[in-house]
């Protein structure tokens, strides 16, 4: 008897472990409104987290990558720089297909030649061998951004995207996440093993997304929460009016004349759509103050680990963690940010969406700042996971007054030309953070820190923007709206 104790303790633990799984799913489905519901989220949310655990373990694996490959942090910089400029010029093709073609498909097959690419990665001899596996890679991640943007449009109602948002940006936040910790821990041991884990849920994934259903198009037949009833404005046979749009309506806020849109817009072609996205006010407003943040961002993700080691003296395996724990308020802000701004939007405030975003933006250089200059882990950690709580809290409800803003029809075109500008400010990032820590600063901890502090300021003048645009919203809310009836 007593042999078998072992066995069946280990049985119960592991049985305990499942039901806990089991009940977990099953709360996560109700939370999302259901399983058609939770199934869209939780896969669109981990395509996004396959794109962040690809950059964020370039940036964990930065030591062992220059020893193994005989590189510069400016080198390690020009890896995580060209694959994000290839990627933007590769979204607007993307852009085009997601306005055009069936989204589902097209997204698993670029999926499977991400896993291609990640192996590629890992079989690289030399500097410029990993160079060209990350330009074939930023080509073929290039697809998620205008395709995911399409498919929440087409998903789910305007009364609830911020909220949606949130739960798919923790997607990438959790990759981001998993790029750090597990993937940087791998890279420890080796930097090939760690690109090659990230190739095995690749393959995975391109099933999940084939099997998902493609919505209707113009905000038609959106998947709505089990719980709940479909609002007044709902209507299967047209595009639902927004609460945004309604309130424009309500308060009698007119189009602008010039941008209203009579004939489908799909008939646009690459350069009249990049042409028209931008002239819409806002939306240039929206893509500067994203770009802002993003910048700063891709600077974390590349050099973060190594500045925590440097900073507060601690070893890689505590630095993962620590970046870990961060990455909780991250994922904190993410959900809010997107509840926040549908919650004044269904208020009354119908700049709520902005308004969450503008405080965000306001409080995140000033959080941030303390933490650069102190060198013990714990008195940065309260102001770190503050800081990114606001970084990571405007992200949302933007993504959601982006769709707002824009018809329907040319959502899949305006994210590629949105990420295109704004991937052109981030994909610079990391050699610009590189190459100033290394040539203006003197490299070394020093030189990151200040380095940090300096990119700052782009950050607060993201908050700028934000409470700039406010002013236009409203208008390009109700030109959207005319756009789509008409």
């Known amino acids: 008897m007593a042999k078998q104790s072992g066995p069946s303790l280990l049985s119960g633990i592991a049985a305990l472990a499942g039901a806990a799984a089991e009940a977990g799913a099953d709360r996560l489905t109700v939370a999302l409104g259901g399983r058609e519901r939770a199934r869209v989220i939780v896969v669109l949310a981990s395509i996004l987290a396959l794109s962040a655990a690809d950059v964020s373990t370039v940036g964990a694996a930065a030591t062992e990558l220059r020893h193994g490959l005989h590189i510069s942090n400016t080198d390690i910089?020009?890896?995580?720089?060209?694959?994000?400029?290839?990627?933007?010029?590769?979204?607007?093709?993307?852009?085009?297909?997601?306005?055009?073609?069936?989204?589902?498909?097209?997204?698993?097959?670029?999926?499977?030649?991400?896993?291609?690419?990640?192996?590629?990665?890992?079989?690289?001899?030399?500097?410029?061998d990993l160079l060209l596996a990350r330009i074939f890679l930023g080509a073929v991640t290039a697809s998620a951004g205008p395709?995911?943007?399409?498919?929440?449009?087409?998903?789910?109602?305007?009364?609830?995207?911020?909220?949606?948002?949130?739960?798919?940006?923790?997607?990438?936040?959790?990759?981001?996440?998993?790029?750090?910790?597990?993937?940087?821990?791998?890279?420890?041991?080796?930097?090939?093993?760690?690109?090659?884990?990230?190739?095995i849920p690749a393959l995975v994934l391109a099933v999940f997304v084939a099997r998902l259903p493609e919505p209707?198009?113009?905000?038609?037949?959106?998947?709505?929460?089990?719980?709940?009833?479909?609002?007044?404005e709902h209507d299967d046979e047209g595009p639902h009016e927004t609460d945004a749009q309604r309130l424009a309506r309500e308060r009698g806020i007119q189009p602008d004349p010039e941008l209203v849109l009579h004939d489908d817009p799909r008939r646009m072609n690459l350069a009249e759509a990049?042409?028209?996205?931008?002239?819409?006010?806002?939306?240039?407003?929206?893509?500067?103050?994203?770009?802002?943040?993003?910048?700063?961002?891709?600077?974390?993700?590349?050099?973060?680990?190594?500045?925590?080691?440097?900073?507060y003296g601690v070893g890689q395996a505590l630095a993962n963690i620590l970046l870990l724990v961060i990455g909780i308020g991250a994922v904190g802000g993410v959900l809010a940010g997107g509840a926040v701004g549908d919650r004044l939007l269904h208020r009354g405030r119908l700049n709520g969406r902005l308004y969450a975003a503008i405080g965000a933006a306001a409080l995140t250089p000033v959080l941030f700042g303390p933490a650069l200059f102190t060198r013990s882990a714990g008195g940065a950690l309260p102001y770190l996971i503050a800081a990114v709580f606001v970084l990571s809290a405007q992200n949302p409800p933007l993504d959601a007054a982006r769709l707002d803003i824009v018809p329907p029809l040319l959502w899949g075109r305006a994210e590629a030309v949105r990420t295109l500008l704004r991937s052109a400010a981030q994909a610079l990032a990391p050699l610009l953070f590189g190459a100033v820590s290394d040539y203006l600063f003197g490299g070394?901890?020093?030189?990151?820190?200040?380095?940090?502090?300096?990119?700052?300021?782009p950050l607060a003048a993201s908050a700028y923007l934000l409470f700039r645009g406010r002013r236009t919203y409203p208008r390009d809310v109700a030109t959207a709206a005319a756009s789509a009836n008409g």
């Open 147 to 199: 395709m995911i943007a399409s498919l929440v449009g087409d998903y789910f109602g305007g009364w609830e995207r911020g909220r949606i948002y949130g739960y798919i940006l923790t997607g990438e936040l959790l990759g981001a996440g998993f790029g750090f910790a597990v993937s940087g821990d791998i890279a420890a041991l080796s930097w090939r093993a760690a690109f090659v884990i990230l190739a």
């Open 216 to 232: 209707r198009r113009g905000g038609r037949g959106v998947l709505l929460h089990e719980s709940e009833e479909p609002p007044p």
């Open 274 to 311: 990049t042409r028209y996205v931008l002239r819409i006010r806002t939306n240039i407003v929206l893509i500067a103050s994203s770009a802002c943040g993003y910048y700063f961002l891709a600077g974390v993700q590349t050099f973060g680990v190594e500045f925590a080691k440097e900073q």
């Open 77 to 128: 910089g020009l890896l995580v720089t060209t694959t994000s400029i290839v990627g933007a010029i590769a979204t607007l093709p993307f852009g085009v297909l997601a306005d055009r073609v069936r989204r589902t498909a097209t997204l698993s097959i670029t999926i499977l030649l991400w896993a291609a690419a990640m192996l590629w990665s890992a079989t690289a001899g030399n500097f410029h």
């Open 444 to 457: 070394g901890r020093t030189g990151l820190q200040w380095t940090f502090a300096v990119m700052l300021v």
